[in-house]
């Protein structure tokens, strides 16, 4: 696919991870025309038979994303109306990088606040650079609060106790704490971050799609009640267990070694391998 016509961002895709890096100067603002085309690349993306891991970044070293352009909000409706019975655009656009089937992470050595946070908490992994990455959610003292799937993500995430903190606190989360609470996976030195998440993204692109998919279509199914989540996992099981490259991967694996001490000591060689 050739991810053309972009103005807020550029997409590159190579070796089964595509890379798309955030590029709306001066600071990254979640506006009208940076929605559009996150929603739009989600799309693409998700349909993409080539690709099998998303990262997201920034090509601004201060902000990953400012936050959601609050002239914008402003302009919303002010009338109280009827409950919705469907989640809005915006929770639809973030929630198709948690859905699609390639793994999506995101790489963050700048500042994310509301709408950018919100973009990350649905993204399947983050990773943040210590001394540089920032993450908070400040709609609260705005009078609001965050409306992009925010308080729905983050007591999943780390806790209802800890996102009220982050929620009603309203302060900045450097990437340490943000690492302490699991707003982060891992918080890396700044050097240490693009090398890392590039290894990890080759790593997974490196497996079966259908294995990735199916995996985590059963992670999400832990919201579910145990047993209801026991019997989905089963069902992916059974659907990855009857690909070709099941087959193929772990007669390699029996082939080459696996089940021996020798190999089993050092199983990332092995894997590596495959």
Known sequence: MAYQGYECLRVRSEGGVATVTIDHPPINLFDLPLIGEMDRVGRELEADADVRVVVLQSANPEFFIAHADVAMIEQLPRDVREKPTTPHGFHRMVDRFRTMPKATIGKIEGRARGGGSELLLSLDMRFGALGRAILSQPEVALGILPGGSGTQRLPRLIGRARALEVILGCEDFPADLAE???YLNRALPAEALGPFVDRLARRIASFPAEAIALAKRSVDAAELPTEAGL????????????T???RIRMARF???GGQTRELELDLDVLIEKL
């Open 231 to 242: 019997v989905e996992e089963a069902h992916y099981f059974n659907q990855a267990l009857a």
């Open 180 to 182: 302490r609470y699991g």
């Open 244 to 246: 070709e490259a099941a």
């Open 254 to 256: 029996l082939a080459a």
